[in-house]
Each structure stands twice: as structure tokens, then as C-alpha cells.
């Protein structure tokens, strides 16, 4: 049967116990001495499931967001070179806010 990582996380410690046992792999050698994360980790390397969790972000432009970002980037360290506080606060309080922008949106 074919895993997804998410369904391999819900499981309890014995049923990656059982899973493991009908695998042959290196990695999954010794699966009865393992803890959850060693052994969940051991299984998706032998079954080759990704373990990266992708967020989804919906909604908002999350690209165009993070190019702003970039600009305000560099122009936050023009201000901060031309010692201008009133200027680099701004500027720091926008990224903020585009980065508060692209968290709250994340499911």
C-alpha cells in the first residue's frame, strides 16, 4: 500500500512498527529499538516519501508579495546607510506587515 507522510505521522508507534516490518531496507533495520520520529523518518527514506510539509498559501499573490519585499529590502539598507531612522522605520514596519500577510494566510 502506498503511504503519504501525513498518513504515516497519524499512526501510532506499533503500527509503524508492523509497517516496517514488511519493508527491506537498510534504514528501517533495528525499527523495534526506534522512537516515532527515527522510525517514521527510516520508513519514508525506504519508501521514498518526501517529509517536507508544504505549506499552501491561498488567496494573496505570494510571489508579487515577496518581490516587494526584496525592494523594500534594499531600500531599507539605502536608509539605514544614509542614517535616515524616520525613513528605515517605515520601511521595517512594511516588511513587517507583507511578511504578517503571507503567515496569516498559510493553512
Known sequence: MA???EELK?????ELRDIAK????????GASQMNKDHLL????????IDMHVHHSV?????AGIKAKMRGLKTQ???ALDAHDSVQLKSLRRQIHRLNRQ?????S
Do not use: E, F
Open 102 to 106: 503571507i503567515r496569516g494566510h498559510m
Open 41 to 48: 523518518s527510516a520508513i519514508c527514506t525506504a519508501l521514498g
Open 22 to 29: 514488511d519493508i527491506k531496507h537498510d534504514a528501517v533495520q
Open 76 to 78: 531599507r539598507s539605502a
Open 3 to 5: 503511504y503519504t507522510y
Open 58 to 62: 491561498q488567496g494573496i499573490d505570494k
Open 10 to 14: 497519524a499512526k501510532t508507534v506499533a
